[in-house]
């Protein structure tokens, strides 16, 4: 589900894309083990279903049943409207029950498939990787409309259990990619630094404009300061004309990058504390509702750093979490071994 049609379109080709790519990679039927392991028996590959995922632009709405919890995008699009492909009396179109999936659901998104999933029962089942923790809704809400953190009981009775926007930030980070910048003085750490003067020039000039989130750019670490204080300072409501940039008061804080760095470094180390009380509050919630439920860590970090997976299902899901152990056990040895310096198979093995 996209918001928006043209990103629905996107995602369309980029699918077919990878379909292509795994075409390109797939093996003949008749080829059998590599010629460096003559002991093991031939076999056919797994079959690809080139199947790609149906793209629809629309809105969702957490408070509505679920034939009207995806709604057409507001504004519309250009073209027609998609049909709802969730409108079905038991779930799906065939009436059958559906899996919800949240890939990276930014913000409040994920709880409201949560909440969705413990009150409907056309959902049979979901799977929930969160994202953007720092646009979650938190206590206290206007009356009908329950915050995004916390959801449950539990964290909500804890004394001290209110995370600060700049926690909640901080948990979005990826810890790993951040410890190869700190090894190799990275160039993008510059972008802290730029952060914390522009932060001081918008204090500076209205005090009322503390925090605003703002969202420059991706590639801060590429230019110079003016260049980064031309494209924050408006989205602010400043005029950059007016604030002075080349000042000697923005160099001397442009040479404390070191201090903002060791700053930034500090809050990196509790990013996974916070991370793991959001994600527990979810699990907790589930738990509250009588569900079965597991936080899963499915990913390497190193390649996503929202690794870990919420999953949650009507029946018990030791079954599925068994097959899960036995395709990462799997993974796991094919990745760490060397198929050309494997041992031989003994005789009677």
């Known amino acids: 589900v996209e918001s928006d049609g043209r990103l629905a379109s996107l995602a369309k080709r980029f699918d077919q894309e990878l379909l292509r790519e795994l075409g390109k990679t797939r093996v003949p039927r008749h080829e059998g083990p590599p010629r460096h392991c003559p002991n093991l028996p031939r076999r056919s590959p797994r079959p690809l279903t080139p199947q790609a995922p149906r793209h629809v632009a629309g809105r969702l709405d957490p408070a509505a049943p679920w034939g009207e919890f995806l709604l057409p995008p507001d504004p519309p699009g250009p073209g027609p409207t998609a049909r709802n492909p969730l409108g079905g009396p038991g779930g799906s179109e065939d009436g059958g029950q559906v899996l919800v999936i949240g890939l990276h659901a930014c913000g409040d998104l994920s709880p409201a498939l949560l909440r969705h999933f413990a009150r409907s029962t056309a959902v049979a089942a979901v799977a929930s990787v969160g994202c953007c923790y720092m646009k979650l809704s938190t206590a206290p809400e206007p009356p009908g409309c329950p915050p995004g953190y916390p959801l449950s009981a539990s964290v909500a009775a804890l004394p001290g259990h209110q995370l600060s926007y700049r926690a909640r930030e901080a948990a979005c980070h990826a810890l790993e990619e951040y410890e190869g910048r700190l090894r190799g003085d990275s160039a993008h750490l510059r972008a802290h630094c730029y952060r914390a003067v522009l932060e001081s020039l918008i204090c500076t000039a209205d005090p009322s404009k503390r925090h605003l989130g703002l969202q420059p750019g991706r590639k801060a670490h590429i230019l110079s300061f ?3 204080a031309h494209l924050g300072l ?22 404390q990058q070191h201090k903002v760095v060791a700053f930034c470094t500090l809050g990196q180390l509790l990013a996974p504390v916070v991370e793991t009380l959001v994600l527990l509050d979810r699990l907790l919630y589930l738990r509250e509702q009588g569900f079965h ?13 929202r690794n870990l997976v919420l999953v949650a299902a009507r029946t018990p899901l030791a079954a599925v979490l068994a097959g899960l152990d036995k395709d990462r056990d799997k993974g796991d040895s094919s990745e760490d071994e060397d198929p050309g310096e494997a041992e031989p198979p003994r005789v009677g093995q």
């Open 293 to 305: 439920c597991a936080l899963v860590p499915l990913f390497n970090p190193r390649f996503s750093p």
């Open 234 to 255: 408006p989205l602010a409501g400043l005029d950059p004309a007016e604030v002075p940039l080349d000042s000697g008061a923005v160099g001397a804080m442009l040479e």
């Open 226 to 228: 003016p260049q980064y």
